[in-house]
């Protein structure tokens, strides 16, 4: 047997060398890695939204043109003549007519029920002459315009009250060719 002297620096070498393999440093726990931020969206190019915006107001002004074209006239009982009110409503169609040669537009001429069918034929026929000629008077040529009358055919609304009877008696403008790309006036 080894005397007590001689185990005792063996016996501390081996509680030190346990003691050492057991005392770890500590252990980081590994995180998932941050997933990379979201790619931002590109940034519009400034080209890229004019071209969108003016793409819409083209759009939007073309519209407001064909509005504009298509607006309805009115007139008094028994009457062709064009209303004061009606004239401002002419007005706004001669530079869209002018802007768009190709353009063609038709007069279709209305009239309440009251009276009879072949008088309210060329009631309705005096009435898209008037609007014709007038549109004529400023320059555009009686080529791009038809006329046809309708009469009391195509009424808009039918109870027998004036409110109803001054909503039939009316020209509306319908657009027959060159209504596709309409230049419109800034």
């Known amino acids: 047997m080894l005397p007590r002297k001689s185990l005792a620096p063996a016996a501390l070498l081996a509680v030190s060398t346990m003691l050492s393999a ?3 440093a500590p252990q ?5 890695p941050a997933p990379a931020p979201a ?4 940034p519009a190019t400034p080209s890229a939204d004019h071209s969108a915006d003016s793409a819409q107001a083209a759009q939007a002004r073309m519209a407001q043109a064909r509005s504009t074209i298509e607006h309805r006239i009115y007139f008094d009982f028994d009457k062709s003549d064009i209303r004061a009110d009606d004239k401002a409503v002419l007005d706004a169609k001669l530079p869209i007519l002018r802007a768009n040669p190709n353009m063609r537009i038709r007069i279709e001429g209305n009239s309440d029920d009251r009276g009879s069918e072949e008088y309210n034929l ?3 026929q005096r009435r898209a002459a008037a609007a014709k ?3 004529t008077d400023f320059g555009i040529d009686a080529g791009r315009v038809d006329i046809i009358s309708y009469g009391h055919e195509r009424p808009v609304c039918s109870q027998d009250v004036e409110d109803c009877w001054s909503q039939n008696r009316r020209d509306e403008f319908v657009i027959v060719a060159g209504g596709d790309n309409i230049a419109s006036v800034r």
């Open 22 to 24: 057991c005392h770890h």
């Open 28 to 32: 980081q726990v590994a995180q998932a």
């Open 39 to 42: 790619p931002a969206p590109a």
């Open 122 to 124: 060329a009631l309705g």
């Open 133 to 135: 000629r007038y549109l």
